[in-house]
């Protein structure tokens, strides 16, 4: 399986469509086996739907989403794990867990105007899980 981060410095970056690296993470037997940042390369929102699935990407974990992403994901066949915020590595090891909190429709409203928004309240009570904006 392989898991791909929204990155930035290390934790989940906020928005799915402007991030300029994923951290890849390759998980064999459920334990982490390989781990690499790769650059998109300016491809942004929909088209990374196909950058991912060309690197053989399973599942995502991101902050905020427009739906038009979350719509090629789904066509991809990637599963999504919206809303999220922190470390990415802590987010992957939850996730392989089965503790991450994530929210599935984590949409990034800025796209009908609004500058600035919030995922949601979360109720994990451990991190703020905001869009990033």
């Known amino acids: ?30 334990m982490l086996a390989d781990a ?8 942004g929102h ?8 060309g690197h053989g990407v399973d599942c995502v974990i991101c902050g905020g989403i427009g739906p038009g992403a979350q719509m090629a994901l789904a066509e991809a066949g ?11 590595d802590q987010c992957v090891t939850d996730l392989l867990t089965g503790t991450l909190v994530y929210v599935e429709a984590a949409t990034c409203d800025h796209h009908r105007g609004e500058e600035a ?11 703020d899980h905001t869009c990033g904006h």
Do not use: R, W
């Not at 399986?1 to 064999?28: C, L, P, R």
């Not at 990637?78 to 990415?88: V, W």
């Not at 928004?117 to 991190?127: E, K, N």
């Open 117 to 127: 928004h919030a995922c949601g309240d979360h109720g994990c009570g451990s991190h």
């Open 78 to 88: 990637i599963k999504l794990y919206a809303g999220c915020s922190g470390d990415a």
């Open 46 to 53: 929909g088209a990374l739907a196909g950058f991912l699935a």
């Open 36 to 43: 690499q940042v790769v650059p998109t390369n300016g491809s």
């Open 1 to 30: 399986m392989k898991i791909a981060v929204t990155y930035e410095n290390g934790q989940v970056y906020g928005h799915f469509g402007h991030t300029e690296q994923f951290k890849i993470y390759d998980i064999v037997d459920g």
